[in-house]
């Protein structure tokens, strides 16, 4: 229930902080912002995943499938045609692990798609000749290596990622997500194909990690196995979606701003090693002090500081829903 | 007992079409080597409330839940009104024309009342014309006694609330058929008068029902027929005086206490 | 030849075995009690390591004293972890339960970066027992240590489990939470008994690998996931699964190794093959029973 000012705020502080960036092109900056985004990127799509109840820690599979089916496409059939491959491929990985996980619940959910992304980073490592082995991968690089021109395209991809997940969240999808969560034979009974709607939101987080995956391999126009499916790929959306607020689109923006400065700050402090320790300790904060995640935080300071205008709003804000 | 003679006619012309509209024959589900359904036959008239009835385990929940498209099928066909959904998707059965309640929910806490009626509405695809005064969530709302509830969460609902929400949910189906699982268990007795008059109005709609329950007065003053299941087959069906007559289900149903 | 090679890999696969249930039969206990996945399960076992190397080469304990120490140790750590920390999630929704032990993993992997850097050591202390020599098959003596070690402390759980009075309310607790709060049992200190045993056997185990592998701050990732597939083979939560999980994963492992040609750079992918697999044609494990899914 927002208002149409705070629907809005996203798109306009991307498009803010992206074209300010892009103008005073400090390289240190561009590359935090870079990085910010694709976590974002990750982060909203794995929430999109997670609001049909398939808690995945896989995520990582398809950030590795999509920078390397850029890179391995791009010499066959030209960089247009390989865009179009990576969501193609990620969008065939999403309906098959699926498929395959679709009776699982909870942990066994997790664990399977965990081990599936692990998985990947074997055969990467199985079959040398396709991929390169561990000595990894060369994609195109993106936007021909001008940080400001990488910037403003995976901008534009998390503009593309906000507005998928507030379609989602609007009445057409969030209700029936939610039910599916819930309980899937209740959603079943209200006429809702089950089976579909989670494959839907499994192809369009996976097709959204793989392109933040593609983006991030383009940006160095390199990158070996440990780079894209390590496990950290898995985890930080998670991480971020829930300490930013999960079911939200703000939550993952705001959860990839706080936990990439927190390691900027770390990295500063500790080093290269060990720096994510940072990590650890604010994901055990987050789970103990706040489990509602930042925005959860923010609504209950919103409803002390002004339960009365609040709910007259809510009110305004519905009737015009109706 | 309640006849159709005082339905409007353009209703009772509608419901007398279709003579059964479920018809079920020589069912059979099984869980492992248990049989727990073991060909039953039955069929339910179009334009009445059928009551199901049966002691625990007597299968009348997976009877429920078979024709609803949740359990396998071992053997068996179901036909609803004279097409057939044997092995079909729960959702399609839905779109097909059957809807269904749930004794114990669980909707969303985070959902509101119009939320949840609008995931049958948009998903359940069914046409609304047929019933006038149940065309869009606000009304169905209205009709199943939860205006004033209509933006409110899920979680902040009470029991008797969240059952009429159920009903509400189902009605939003738009359905020719409703079966309601145990509507009306845990109710107050108020509560549950209350639930009989909402569920006589959804009648008075054109929209067939079966009732599953074990309170027998509900079934003796709301239905027109009574369907007995004991051990997985059928024991009797009749008008409930016939059939709390019969000598079989009250041994086998009863028990010592009703039948004095 | 080719069956010496056959006889040398299963026997050296036997032996890791024993290391795989020590670590699976704690990880699957904490899930069978709790419902909790301990994604830092394998941290503990690191931890573990790092002590019994370090009472060894530093102060001259010897490494199967070092072991029970770091078991001691490590159920001490779980206590604090979880009546600090764990207790608090044990009624959140998943993806914090979830995130909860994952972040603990985190934060212990990247302590022990800081503290002993990422580099591996090897522990030189001379073998515990004199190598077997079968016929043409030698097995190392260390190897044969950890084989008794492991199947002593699984076996020493399963006896835990059946005949004694925690046991049984810890099994309660696991099969029936609701009924279990019912007949009076306190759950939460069933749930912290399940970790506190999960910490114990996952120090020695940490000893364990001190002795065959190496000690160093990613072993227990390695580890913990092979645990996975073990738990995912055995059925979460089962025990007696876990056993025969571990079995079967470090024979499928050795004969990767062994007889693929290239088999050896597949690591643990013959793992995440099996859990994938299983998972998908048994959704709770082969060996596992409905309950918890």
């Known amino acids: 229930m927002k208002t149409g000012l705070t629907r809005l705020l996203p798109y306009v502080l991307i498009l803010l902080v992206t074209l300010a960036l892009v103008w005073i092109d400090k390289p240190f900056w561009i590359q935090l912002a870079i990085g910010v985004a694709i976590t974002a990127i990750t982060a909203l799509a794995w929430d999109i995943l997670s609001r049909t109840g398939q808690v995945s820690l896989g995520s990582a599979a398809f950030f590795g499938i999509g920078s390397y089916t850029l890179a391995i496409f791009e010499p066959l059939i030209g960089l247009t045609l390989a865009w179009v491959a990576v969501v193609v491929v990620c969008a065939l ?114 097709v959204l990690i793989g392109l933040a995956g593609a983006c991030y391999g383009g940006l160095y126009g390199y990158v070996v196995p440990t780079d894209v499916f390590t496990t950290n790929w898995s985890v930080l959306p998670l991480a971020i979606a829930t300490l930013g607020g999960m079911d939200t689109t703000i939550g993952p923006l705001l959860g990839a701003i706080v936990l990439k400065a927190l390691e900027e700050v770390a990295r500063s402090v500790i080093g290269g090693t060990g720096y994510q320790v940072v990590y650890g300790a604010v994901i055990i904060l987050f789970v103990i002090g706040m489990p509602q995640g930042i925005v959860g935080l923010l609504r209950k300071a919103g409803k002390l500081a002004g339960r009365r205008t609040a709910t007259g709003e809510k009110k305004k804000e519905r009737e015009r829903h109706a | 007992m309640r006849d159709t003679a005082s339905l409007s006619p353009a209703r009772r012309s509608a419901q007398q079409s279709g003579g059964a509209i479920l018809a079920v024959e020589d069912l059979t589900v099984a869980f492992g080597g248990l049989k727990a359904l073991d060909g039953v036959s039955l069929s339910i008239a179009a334009g009445e409330i059928t009551g199901l009835i049966g002691p625990n385990g007597s299968g009348k929940s997976t009877l429920v839940n078979t024709v609803s498209g949740q359990l396998p099928v071992r053997g068996g066909r179901i036909s609803l009104r004279g097409g057939d959904v044997t092995g079909r998707r729960p959702d399609r059965i839905v779109r097909a024309g059957m809807a269904r309640t749930y004794q114990i929910p669980r909707v969303p806490p985070t959902l509101t009342v119009e939320e949840v009626l609008s995931v049958p509405l948009l998903y359940a695809g069914r046409d609304r014309h047929r019933l006038p005064g149940l065309g869009d969530a606000a009304a169905i709302a209205a009709f199943c006694g939860l205006g004033p509830l209509f933006r409110r969460y899920c979680g902040d609902l009470s029991v008797t609330d969240l059952r009429r929400l159920e009903i509400a949910r189902a009605l939003a189906c738009a359905p020719d058929l409703l079966l309601l699982d145990e509507a009306m268990a845990g109710l107050s007795h108020e509560d549950s008068v209350e639930v009989m008059g909402l569920i006589r109005n959804v009648h008075e709609q054109g929209i067939s029902i079966v009732i599953i329950e074990h309170l027998m007065r509900v079934i003796t003053t709301l239905c027109h027929r009574v369907v007995v299941l004991n051990n997985g087959r059928l024991l009797a069906e009749g008008t409930p005086a016939t059939v709390l007559a019969d000598q079989a289900v009250r041994e086998a149903y009863l028990g010592k206490g009703f039948a004095s | 030849m080719e069956s010496t090679l056959l006889v040398q890999s299963l026997l050296l696969a036997l032996t890791t075995a024993g290391l795989y249930a020590a670590i699976a039969s704690g990880l699957t206990l904490e899930f069978g009690v709790t419902g909790i996945i301990n994604f830092a399960h394998g941290e503990f076992v690191m931890l573990g390591a790092f002590l019994t190397y370090f009472l060894y080469e ?27 920390f764990l207790s608090r999630v044990l009624k959140q929704d998943e993806h914090n339960q979830i995130l909860a032990t994952i972040g603990l993993s985190i934060l212990l992997i990247n302590l022990a970066m800081i503290a002993w850097t990422p580099d591996a050591r090897v522990m030189h202390a001379p073998p515990l027992l004199p190598p077997l020599q079968l016929g043409d098959v030698i097995v190392p003596g260390n190897n044969l240590v950890v084989l008794l070690v492991g199947i002593a402390l699984y076996a020493g759980m399963i006896w835990f489990m059946r005949h004694t009075r925690q046991g049984l309310l810890l099994r309660l607790a696991a099969d029936d939470p609701q009924l279990a709060v019912l007949a009076g049992v306190d759950v939460t200190r069933m749930f912290r008994l399940s970790f506190l045993i999960g910490g114990l056997t996952a120090g020695v185990s940490g000893g364990l690998v001190a002795l065959i592998l190496y000690v160093q701050p990613l072993v227990g990732v390695d580890l913990v996931m092979r645990a996975f597939a073990i738990v995912a083979l055995g059925g979460l939560g089962s025990i007696g699964g876990a056993l025969i999980g571990a079995v079967l994963l470090s024979a499928a492992e050795n004969l990767t190794a062994t007889f693929v040609p290239g088999g050896g750079s597949w690591g643990y992918g013959v793992a995440f093959v099996i859990i994938v697999l299983v998972l998908v044609v048994r959704p709770t494990g082969l060996f596992g029973s409905e309950r918890r899914a």
Do not use: C, N
Not at chain 1, 127 to 146: K, Q
Not at chain 1, 154 to 164: C, H, K, M, S, T
Not at chain 1, 189 to 195: D, E, L, M, N, R
């Open chain 1, 93 to 206: 990985a999403a309906t098959l692990l699926g498929l395959l996980t679709l009776r699982l619940r909870r942990m066994y959910f997790a664990i399977a798609t965990l081990g599936f992304a692990l998985s990947m980073q074997v055969l990467v490592v199985v079959f040398p000749d396709w991929t390169g082995g561990s000595g990894g991968i060369a994609p195109p690089v993106l936007a021909d290596g001008d940080p400001r021109w990488q910037l403003g395209l995976i901008g534009l991809l998390l503009l593309a990622a906000v507005a998928l997940s507030d379609t989602l969240l609007g009445l057409r999808f969030r209700p029936a997500f939610f039910m599916i969560r819930t309980k899937p034979e209740l959603a079943a009974a209200s006429g809702v194909p089950v089976v579909h709607m989670k494959i839907f939101a499994f192809i369009v987080s996976g």
């Open chain 3, 58 to 84: 530093a102060v001259g304990v010897p490494p199967l004293a070092g072991m029970v120490l770091s078991g001691l140790a490590m159920t001490a750590l779980s206590w604090l972890v979880f009546d600090g």
